[in-house]
Nanobody
Framework: QLQVVESGGGLVQPGGSLTLSCAVSGFMRNVYSVGWFRQAPGSGREGVSC???????NYAVSVKGRFTISRDDVKNTVYLQMTSLKPEDTAVYYCAARLRGSRYYCPVNAGDFDSWGQGTQVSVSS
């Protein structure tokens, strides 16, 4: 059984940086891609970034140029480096693994992912 655990959230001032971690354990050979999503109060779950095991990466328009996704295959961990943070980045950030499809494809919809973590809170405020 696959387990997904996020960490690294916290409170940061506007313009600051945070790096989120997503540790994936279990049957790693079944993982095709990992995505980051976020959900602000009163809003739906929004795709932030995704990285596939074939090397494809994508970003939401709102974070492109500020966020960077990467992975460490030894540690089975996916990172989301967030810089130039804005108050509108405040949300609970979730990590999810996709266990099907192509290793070169990164979906953008939450429904295309299979195993989810519990989320980590990111708050951007002065």
């Amino acid at each position: 059984q696959l387990q997904v655990v996020e960490s690294g959230g916290g409170l940061v001032q506007p313009g600051g940086s945070l790096t989120l971690s997503c540790a994936v354990s279990g049957f790693m050979r079944n993982v095709y891609s990992v995505g980051w999503f976020r959900q602000a109060p009163g809003s739906g779950r929004e795709g932030v970034s995704c990285i596939s095991w074939g090397g494809t990466a994508n970003y939401a328009v709102s974070v492109k140029g500020r966020f960077t996704i990467s992975r460490d295959d030894v540690k089975n961990t996916v990172y989301l480096q967030m810089t130039s943070l804005k108050p509108e980045d405040t949300a609970v950030y979730y990590c999810a693994a996709r266990l099907r499809g192509s290793r070169y494809y990164c979906p953008v919809n939450a429904g295309d992912f299979d195993s989810w973590g519990q989320g980590t809170q990111v708050s951007v405020s002065s």
